[in-house]
């Protein structure tokens, strides 16, 4: 089991920035790979980002490309994703996901059913 607590959301103006981390608990963190995703209401969740176990592959949906970035610290068992120029079209909850299955990740990344564990998830709000 994997226990996955989110934080760092809120409400900022658009052209703001949030960053949310995501700390882990339980089995051993770098045996996962992350994943950031986001659901608004009346829409179904979506990917938003992903991390393999090392850090040294990240992907990106391409509303997220060039405004958010996400980072692993497996010292501290966390992942980060740091959001910058936001708008209100990002105001969502935001989940931290982890899987243990590393290729079917890499196949199916934006799939959420790739993964294992979540969050409960973070609100969001950007005003406009």
């Known amino acids: 089991q994997v226990q996955l607590v989110e934080s760092g959301g809120g409400l900022v103006q658009a052209g703001g920035s949030l960053r949310l981390s995501c700390a882990a608990s339980g089995r051993t963190f770098s045996n996962y790979a992350m994943g950031w995703f986001r659901q608004a209401p009346g829409k179904e969740r979506e990917f938003v980002a992903g991390i393999n176990w090392s850090g040294s592959s990240k992907y990106y949906a391409d509303s997220a490309k060039g405004r958010f970035t996400i980072s692993r610290d497996n010292a501290k068992n966390t992942v980060y994703l740091q959001m910058n120029s936001l708008k209100p079209e990002d105001t969502a909850v935001y989940y931290c996901?982890?899987?243990?299955?590393?290729?079917?990740?890499?196949?199916?990344?934006?799939?959420?059913?790739?993964?294992?564990?979540w969050g409960q998830g973070t609100q969001v709000t950007v005003s406009s």
């Open positions: 996901a982890a899987g243990r299955d590393s290729s079917k990740i890499r196949v199916h990344r934006a799939s959420p059913t790739s993964y294992d564990y």
